[in-house]
């Protein structure tokens, strides 16, 4: 097998969460990763693909993936194996704070002088931080990992110091902390590729495909990103994608585009390999008009079959609807009202009323659209756990409301903010002014919490108006009413909403017994009793408020066209 000049690991949240007992409750129920996070960041396809442009090798693999559908799977014996010039590991979501550096300790005990190099949102955020791992060599900084790396990885081979590369935190060999010039801000993403291709010819290559894969599942539900740009122009109070936190850690006070033609190009590839769903990531209109009657004229010239996810981060008029509906026959949309609440929404920081959220599902739905996801939120400012039992009558209303027309496309969902409020939101920065008290702060107090014995230990905050105990009771107790509404408009089967809420009376049993064995002062008795658990812990595992299946837009009974990906794995065109 051939040896890769840079290795990218994924690593798992919590790194030896086979041996671990923790009930990770439903910090994952509404993404298509389990609570181990496996998904990769869509970084490391465009990292990949940009550096072997320039002629050096890159190797994808996804461990916690590994660990997942292998218990045997041993990660020492592979890391022993591996010889790269670096090793990198993403530090994106601060979910993996624990897993992201144990797999780099590990990686230091077989291979001490080869450089650890992280990146990602959160490794930028504590990029000060972290670099005073000793486990920890190099931090790049920011949004756009591409270019410094590629200086980064020149630096490496050469055998010499990397004081001109920018972005980048690091130690040099008086072991001082250095922190270069944040200079590498591009202003559009034309430069990268979001080919899929690239993944499929490095598993090949590496004779890996379960290393490859983005998460658990995925090849019987290939759903595809598609990202229009980098940065936001909105200022969410819990977001840590907002526009503060791009102006603040990646000097970007405006996003940075992807021309409509390569967007439409990338989608255009996509259907002609995979029968899945494809997401297009954020609020096309964020681009402006201009941008979004452009993309969307680009895709309508491409003829896609596929089912379309999009996002719209507010109401949209009835004209926009109807051009999603003459480019894409087959859309989805995905709203996110947070809370029913107009006073509550409005503090999260989204300024808009119920009326023209309702205006936007009915137009929606007149239109062709195929189904519209609906999510909300508990943990909000401003929100009660009164509150949250209302949005979920709201969400009564709704399906009644559009009974007629809905015919199964209103799918409404509600779960915590968990399990952490995110570094440089506007809430993590300034807590006291928004409602929020944090038990968590340094990425060390984060990585230790992460261990904790349940997620309403691994929670990092509580607000004003709901302590950490009544957010975890308000999420549970929704979501046993959400399933039963869900039951009755045929959303689920009778007897999967039985199943689920079983298993939700369950997990809310589990949390009162693991307030009784936390109150132990004993620390090795406490973990005996923890252990005790830990089968009931697996049980819920993947199914607790939700589930997953309910999510998945639809997909064609043959996922992939094989010929036409071998065909374009050899001809790149």
Not at 516 to 545: A, G, M, P, T, W
């Amino acid at each position: 097998m051939p040896e890769a000049d840079l290795v990218l690991l994924h690593p798992p949240s919590v790194y030896d969460f086979r041996k671990k007992s923790i009930m990770y409750g439903p910090i994952s129920d509404l993404v298509p990763s389990t609570p181990i996070f496996e998904m990769y960041p869509i970084g490391f396809m465009t990292i990949s693909e940009y550096l072997q442009r320039y002629g050096y090798s890159v190797r994808i693999i996804n461990v916690a993936l590994r660990m997942l559908k292998n218990k045997r799977f041993c990660v020492e014996k592979l890391i022993k194996s591996l010889n790269p010039l670096a090793f990198g590991i993403d530090l994106h979501w601060l979910v993996h704070a624990q897993g992201s550096l144990e797999l780099a300790r590990i990686i230091k005990r077989y291979h001490p002088k080869t450089p650890i190099i992280f990146g990602g949102m959160s490794a930028s955020y504590y990029h000060q931080e972290l670099i005073r791992y000793p486990q920890v060599d190099y931090v790049i900084r920011g949004d756009s990992a591409e270019q410094p790396l590629l200086q980064l990885i020149k630096r490496i081979g050469q055998n010499e110091p990397p004081c001109d590369v920018p972005n980048l935190t690091w130690r040099n060999d008086d072991n001082k902390v250095r922190v270069n010039e944040f200079s590498h801000i591009p202003s559009d993403l034309d430069d990268v590729s979001f080919d899929y291709r690239n993944i499929i010819n490095s598993s090949i290559r590496y004779n890996d495909l379960i290393g490859h894969l983005p998460f658990q599942g995925w090849i019987n539900y290939p759903i595809v990103a598609v990202l229009p740009w980098k940065g936001c122009i909105n200022n969410c109070v819990i977001c840590g994608g907002s526009a503060q936190y791009y102006k603040r850690i990646c000097r970007r006070s405006i996003p940075s585009y992807r021309s409509p033609q390569l967007v439409a190009k990338d989608i255009g590839l996509i259907s002609k390999c995979l029968k899945g769903p494809i997401f297009i990531l954020d609020d096309i209109r964020q681009g402006g008009a201009r941008y979004a009657e452009e993309l969307l004229d680009k895709i309508r010239e491409k003829k896609i079959k596929n089912h379309i996810a999009m996002e719209i981060f507010s109401p949209a008029t009835r004209e926009f609807l109807k051009m999603i509906a003459r480019s894409i026959p087959n859309f989805n949309l995905q709203i996110s009202p947070e809370s029913h609440d107009e006073e509550v929404r409005k503090a999260f920081g989204k300024d808009y009323n119920n009326r023209s959220l309702e205006k936007t599902i009915e137009d929606a739905l007149e239109v062709g659209c195929k189904r519209i996801d609906l999510f909300f939120m508990i943990g909000l400012p401003k929100q009660t756990s009164q509150s949250v039992k209302e949005t979920i009558k709201y969400c009564e209303g709704l399906l009644e409301n559009f009974s007629k027309a809905n015919s199964g496309r209103i799918h409404p969902y509600i779960s915590a903010l968990s399990p952490f409020l995110d570094p440089g939101s506007r809430a993590f920065e300034d807590p006291q002014k928004y409602g929020y008290r944090l038990f968590y702060k340094t990425l060390e107090e984060h990585r230790q919490a992460l261990l904790q014995p349940s997620w309403k230990y691994i929670l990092s905050y509580e607000t004003e108006w709901m302590s950490r105990h009544e957010i975890v009771t308000s999420t549970y107790d929704a979501a046993l009413e959400l399933n039963r509404l869900k039951a009755r408009f045929g959303l689920l089967k009778q007897k999967e909403a039985e199943k689920l809420e079983v298993l939700i009376k369950e997990a809310k049993q589990l949390i009162r017994w693991i307030d009784e064995i936390v109150s132990i002062k004993d620390e090795k008795l406490r973990e005996i009793e923890i252990e005790k658990l830990r089968n009931r812990f697996n049980q819920l595992e993947n199914s607790n408020i939700s589930r997953q299946e309910e999510l998945r837009w639809p997909v064609r009974l043959v996922r992939f066209n094989l010929f036409r990906v071998m065909q374009a794995v050899l001809t790149r065109d």
